[in-house]
T-cell receptor, first 116, second 117 residues
């Protein structure tokens, strides 16, 4: 059973370009979470999605950032017109549906975005 | 506003001794707490968790203690091993027991544990 997969692992963009980060959850998982880790900081929650639905996007910046989790395919975190402050590690996590015993989120290896 | 605080950026412990990592929180609505371990260039890995209705949870060499009145939790690792060297994140969430998947976790900044031979 493969773990959470993220690609690319490293992404370099120039200011003003778009960044697309992909996350494939673990098999059987229908919940996806995106987190951002700035240098010397902890992970900050961005958005929580289920298939075709955004459940909680309270941590998403209001502009330039969007996320989706389509019925087929990976979850995508999209950052338009990137700025240097977007440089960070972006982690995706997934969890299965169910009760409290399944509450642990399994993390992918992260995508390190560098904006030049 | 840092709702989950790990005040020690790093901790050095001798192999075989006990490692104690501390975490404080300010939001009394948190009712579920987790510890994650992270190696460089990898994602965090779940280690152990505790519900607010308990004050202790043990799993092998790892024990988490929760003091709700002090809004404090700690992770004990005994005996410490070289492979334990990593960054440890404390995380918390609201809405324990609601089922249907978790909402976002609130993380501390992490403590870098170094196990010395």
């Amino acid at each position: 059973n493969a773990g959470v997969m993220q690609n690319p692992r490293h992404l370099v963009r120039r200011r003003g370009q778009e960044a697309r980060l992909r996350c494939s959850p673990m098999k059987g998982h229908s919940h996806v979470y995106w987190y951002r880790q700035l240098p010397e900081e902890g992970l900050k929650f961005m958005v929580y999605l289920q298939k075709e639905n955004i459940i909680d996007e309270s941590g998403m910046p209001k502009e330039r950032f969007s996320a989706e989790f389509p019925k087929e395919g990976p979850s995508i975190l999209r950052i338009q017109q990137v700025v240097r402050g977007d440089s960070a590690a972006y982690f995706c996590a997934s969890s299965p549906p169910g009760g409290r015993s399944y509450n642990e989120q399994f993390f992918g290896p992260g995508t390190r975005l560098t904006v030049l | 506003d840092q709702q989950v605080k790990q005040n020690s950026p790093s901790l050095s412990v001798q192999e075989g001794r006990i490692s104690i990592l501390n975490c404080d929180y300010t939001n009394s609505m948190f009712d579920y707490f987790l510890w994650y371990k992270k190696y460089p260039a990898e994602g965090p890995t779940f280690l152990i968790s505790i519900s607010s209705i308990k004050d202790k949870n043990e799993d092998g060499r790892f024990t988490v203690f929760l003091n709700k009145s002090a809004k404090h939790l700690s992770l004990h690792i005994v005996p410490s091993q070289p492979g334990d060297s990593a960054v440890y994140f404390c995380a918390a969430e609201i809405g324990g027991g609601s089922g249907g998947g978790a909402d976002g976790l609130t993380f501390g900044k992490g403590t870098h544990l170094i196990i010395q031979p």
